[in-house]
């Protein structure tokens, strides 16, 4: 992330980032087809239609400013930075007639562009 981005204050009341068992359980599938010990980091970065975007990446290794939530035996990772954008976020995932894919429920994003890849806060 440039370092001109700052992040807006974080939510004391919600610090932390959860996974719905929807998203778990298709993390768990991809993640089975990935070399043992990989883990699905979400994170946060300028640019798309509306400002910020979500990034998602398969990694091995977690830094030591990451948040690690565990459930149903799979990791996500979030790093510091992007947890300031993401407290109080579900991470998700929506199988419907037009597509499926991971959303985030984000209660710090004012706006979102209609593929939900996208937001401003």
Do not use: H, W
């Amino acid at each position: 992330m440039p370092d001109s981005i700052t992040p807006p204050p974080s939510d004391s009341q919600n610090p932390t980032v959860t996974v719905s068992d929807r998203a778990a359980k298709r993390i768990g599938e991809i993640l089975a087809k990935e070399p043992a010990g990989s883990m699905l980091r979400v994170g946060v970065s300028g640019g798309g239609c509306s400002g910020f975007q979500y990034t998602f990446d398969i990694v091995t290794e977690k830094t030591a400013d990451d948040l690690a939530i565990e459930k149903n035996g799979i990791t996500v990772l979030v790093d510091d930075i992007s947890l300031e954008y993401m407290a109080g976020s579900e991470v998700d995932f929506a199988d419907e007639i037009i597509g499926a894919a991971f959303k985030i429920v984000n209660p710090n994003a004012v706006a979102s562009c209609g593929c939900g890849t996208s937001f401003t806060v």
